[in-house]
T-cell receptor, first 113, second 113 residues
Framework: ETGVTQSPTHLIKTRGQQVTLRCSSQSGHNTVSWYQQALGQGPQFIFQYYREEENGRGNFPPRFSGLQFPNYSSELNVNALELDDSALYLC????????????FGPGTRLLVL | KQEVTQIPAALSVPEGENLVLNCSFTDSAIYNLQWFRQDPGKGLTSLLLIQSSQREQTSGRLNASLDKSSGRSTLYIAASQPGDSATYLCAERDNNAGNMLTFGGGTRLMVKP
């Protein structure tokens, strides 16, 4: 158990819809990163939030956006869903930017039909 | 763009064998390298983290090495057990990329009783 939780565990959406995924970090962890893991591949970095501001972004379009809240929870929002967005979405928290260890949640499995 | 490659993509061994998983990376400014375990449909569990100044780390039957000059890391698993069956992912963190991890595609390990 890493102390990082994610909800929901599974989700089915249709193309064009919007989705919000949630992550609850370990208490005191002010940095959260989000990753997308397609089936059979390694996770890919989406973005990172530090003290409620975006602090680094991977090669993902603007329809992927996020929020981080003072209570160590965060959201990943995806607009205009595409079939290729089907994946496992993982969040990871750490004590700070530069924190040595990142603690991953169990992920949310998103299926876009 | 940093790249991380893992070979082999899949491996099947009989119980009791010692085995080596390989990870290669292109980043010359690596900050650390981390090995994770992922069970099917689940999140990531951190196994070992090696700082760029270190050459190896050990935890129980696991030993991870890091050779920055050749851009390689290996994960050695001694006396493999069926419970070791999982996907093993390596991920490197760059000096200049905050907490962003670049993952390899993983090695899917099956240990047969």
């Amino acid at each position: 158990e890493t102390g990082v939780t994610q909800s929901p565990t599974h989700l089915i959406k249709t193309r064009g819809q919007q989705v919000t995924l949630r992550c609850s970090s370990q208490s005191g962890h002010n940095t959260v990163s989000w990753y997308q893991q397609a089936l059979g591949q390694g996770p890919q970095f989406i973005f990172q939030y530090y003290r409620e501001e975006e602090n680094g972004r991977g090669n993902f379009p603007p329809r992927f956006s996020g929020l981080q809240f003072p209570n160590y929870s965060s959201e990943l929002n995806v607009n205009a869903l595409e079939l290729d967005d089907s994946a496992l979405y993982l969040c990871a928290s750490s004590l700070a930017v530069g924190g040595e260890t990142q603690y991953f949640g169990p992920g949310t499995r998103l299926l876009v039909l | 763009k940093q790249e991380v490659t893992q070979i082999p993509a899949a491996l099947s061994v009989p119980e009791g064998e010692n085995l080596v998983l390989n990870c290669s990376f292109t980043d010359s400014a690596i900050y650390n390298l981390q090995w994770f375990r992922q069970d099917p449909g689940k999140g990531l569990t951190s196994l070992l983290l090696i700082q760029s100044s270190q050459r190896e780390q050990t935890s129980g039957r696991l030993n991870a090495s890091l050779d920055k000059s050749s851009g390689r890391s290996t994960l050695y698993i001694a006396a493999s057990q069926p419970g070791d069956s999982a996907t093993y992912l390596c991920a490197e963190r760059d000096n200049n990329a905050g907490n962003m991890l670049t993952f390899g595609g993983g090695t899917r390990l099956m240990v047969k009783p």
